[in-house]
């Protein structure tokens, strides 16, 4: 890329920038506020989807520790059942 190049695109992108602040400049205040509100709000909402997203992860773990438990239960409840039987 040579220097005219260059300089092209550099003046590109701060006519970008520039065009962003002029639009951002013309939202009215209230719209955004409702913008700002509407990114706290998300940001709220997946931090709440994190942590449930975790809190499931956990009752999962937990659940097949209790089924597992279970298993061996009932494995000890027959052997103790079929060495009463033999008494």
């Known amino acids: 890329m040579d220097r005219l190049e260059k300089k092209k695109g550099m003046k590109a992108a701060s006519s970008s920038v ?37 809190s499931n992860s956990k009752l ?6 209790a089924k597992s438990s279970e298993v061996e239960a009932k494995r000890v409840s027959n052997e103790v059942s079929v060495k009463l039987s033999e008494v």
């Open 18 to 54: 520039l065009q962003f602040d002029v639009l951002i400049e013309k939202i009215p205040p209230s719209a955004f506020q409702c913008q700002l509100f509407l990114k706290k709000d998300l940001k709220s909402l997946a931090k709440k989807v994190t942590s449930l997203t975790n």
């Open 60 to 65: 999962k773990k937990e659940l097949e520790d």
